[in-house]
């Protein structure tokens, strides 16, 4: 069955090459990017703030960041740059009725689709999975698509005012 002295072995069975680069997953970084603190890598949950760049955690994460004062506190490059509480906006985000949460497949029997989102845009409905961009606006803390403020074309949230039009005089 070979190797029994009548073989003679091609180089690239001899030689090894370099180790390839193991990739990372894209669609699960984007995932892990959407649905978990990016300071204590726990799912997120209400209340939800964000940073200047982007990045989302849970504000009682952010809290116990800035009052432990210890030389080794964990993952600090992720938010190093923040050094108050008025470094972050806390988010008014819109729920996603088709989520059903961690609740339904807790046996793991069923399909569980990985880029159904925790909450969407409240103008046009895409979900906050990482495929489309996302902003929030710095005065209130409401968060639209990209796509949303394209067609609004405003920087002023309507929300509160929309409601008192509707009040009494």
């Given at each position: 069955?070979?190797?029994?002295?009548?073989?003679?072995?091609?180089?690239?069975?001899?030689?090894?090459?370099?180790?390839?680069?193991?990739?990372?997953?894209?669609?699960?970084?984007?995932?892990?990017?959407?649905?978990?603190?990016?300071?204590?890598?726990?799912?997120?949950?209400?209340?939800?703030?964000?940073?200047?760049?982007?990045r989302f955690y849970n504000k009682d994460a952010v809290i116990e960041y800035l009052l432990d004062k210890s030389a080794e506190r964990p993952n600090v490059e992720?938010?190093?740059?923040?050094?108050?509480?008025?470094?972050?906006?806390?988010?008014?985000?819109?729920?996603?009725?088709?989520?059903?949460?961690?609740?339904?497949?807790?046996?793991?029997?069923?399909?569980?689709?990985?880029?159904?989102a925790m909450f969407i845009c409240p103008v046009v409905g895409l979900e906050m999975n990482g495929k489309h961009k996302f902003c929030f606006l710095k005065t209130?803390?409401?968060?639209?698509?990209?796509?949303?403020?394209?067609?609004?074309?405003?920087?002023?949230?309507?929300?509160?005012?929309?409601?008192?039009?509707?009040?009494?005089?």
């Amino acid at each position: 069955m070979g190797c029994d002295g009548g073989t003679i072995p091609k180089r690239h069975e001899l030689v090894k090459g370099p180790k390839k680069v193991e990739k990372v997953d894209k669609n699960a970084e984007l995932a892990a990017r959407w649905k978990y603190c990016a300071l204590s890598q726990e799912k997120l949950r209400r209340p939800i703030v964000a940073c200047d760049l982007g990045r989302f955690y849970n504000k009682d994460a952010v809290i116990e960041y800035l009052l432990d004062k210890s030389a080794e506190r964990p993952n600090v490059e992720a938010a190093a740059h923040i050094r108050g509480i008025k470094d972050v906006k806390e988010l008014n985000l819109t729920d996603n009725p088709a989520w059903e949460g961690e609740r339904t497949n807790t046996k793991g029997d069923r399909y569980e689709d990985m880029h159904c989102a925790m909450f969407i845009c409240p103008v046009v409905g895409l979900e906050m999975n990482g495929k489309h961009k996302f902003c929030f606006l710095k005065t209130c803390g409401c968060v639209f698509s990209e796509r949303a403020l394209k067609e609004v074309k405003t920087e002023i949230c309507h929300k509160f005012t929309s409601i008192y039009n509707f009040l009494p005089a």
